[in-house]
């Protein structure tokens, strides 16, 4: 209920108030409000029916600190008003999931001089709370928020090279590989602003730069187009015009998987299989070379396999967390056999594709001895199986081909399987 702040204090304590924005909440509720509505109905907010409704203050960065502030003024019969500058039933919503407010004020003044303006208005002796010092963005929040750590997956784009056994168009691959890690940074930036809410249901994710409000949504926005731009830059620059076509490609279904695909049963995991083959086709298109059809076939039911793991894994995070759905997901607890199962599937048969590929007549043209290339079939096998077995046990990142980059199992099967490519090249 709306009120002044005189008529809010009343009692003979005196009393805490709690700005909402940027003290209570770490980041501009206009902008999270505006946001998560796009988020939620992408399609209404292009036909201009985005509907920005309350957020309740379990899905916003509220600041720990200032809430055991609230807590301690409580205990020690304090009023504690909640006050705004902005929508006044945000505010409500707020005060009335916390608990922890006596009144609400809305319409709060702005300016240099806010701090003191409150005090004054809220009675003697009244104590408002302001941004802590040192608050401001953090240059490491933003390097976190780019998940530099993700770049690994587009080594990728150097697979063509090494298959075709051609170093010439190095250069070339390691200029897309730049334009693609930046563009791909852009992306998760776009992400994690259009996944805030169910990152912050999440038990890893809630702490990720846009999630814990260490980076503001404004702020994201911006570092998504420079990273574009720098995108850009580097692919006009440095790589053949086929290739940018291609990253054009990869950020038009990025984005449709952020803001739509991810939600659509089935149709996320063979996007996201889509989103890794698409690397591999980048790096053949920086380097001028004809892509194989064997490893078109082998890299998108590995990929499909990978991509099942993923969700394989939160899947299992929702059993341990006995929940039975997860925000912005369109899977439940029930489909974790279904889940485990495509990704067995899909694993044995990119084996399968590699086994036909060994017995096909475009091996020798490459291969000295290719029948040393039997035996990364087991190799992979195994690999797979217990990719699956470690997500069964709980134990898998929330990217599968990030943990693989960390996983000492996983890079000593990378070693042995790069010694036999090598023995079957050399003879």
Known sequence: MEQGLAEAETGESAALVVPLEGVLCRTSLAT????????????????????????????????????ERVRAARAEGRRTILVTAADEVQAQVVADGLGLFDAVVADAPEGASRVARLAEAAGPGAEVLSARAGAGLSPGAVVRAMRPHQWSKNLLIFLPLLAAHDVSGIGAAFAAFVAFSLTASSVYVLNDIADLAADRAHPRKRHRPFAAGEVSVGTGLA?????????????????????SLVLVLYYAVTFAYSFWLKRKLVIDVITLAGLYTIRIVAGAAACAIALSPWMLGFSMFLFL?????????????????????RAGRGYVPDDLPVIRAMALAAGYAAVLVFALYVSSREVTALYTRPEALWLVCPLLL??????????????????????????????????????????ASLG
Do not use: C, N
């Open 382 to 423: 195994y690999w797979i199986s217990r990719m699956v077995m470690v997500t069964h046990r709980g134990r898998m990142d929330d990217d599968p081909i990030v943990f693989a980059a960390t996983d000492k199992v996983s890079l000593a099967v990378v070693v042995v399987g790069a010694a036999i490519f090598v023995g």
């Open 305 to 325: 396999a990978l991509a099942a793991v993923k969700r394989q894994a939160e899947l299992v995070d929702m059993l341990a967390e006995g929940k039975e759905e």
């Open 223 to 243: 570092i998504a187009a420079a990273l574009l731009a720098l995108a850009a830059a580097v692919a006009l620059a440095f790589t053949p015009p086929v290739f």
């Open 32 to 67: 999270e409000r505006l946001v998560q509505g796009v988020a939620a109905d992408p399609l209404g907010a292009l036909a201009g029916r985005s509907r920005r409704r309350p957020l309740p203050p379990e899905v916003l960065p509220l600041d720990g600190g200032v809430l």
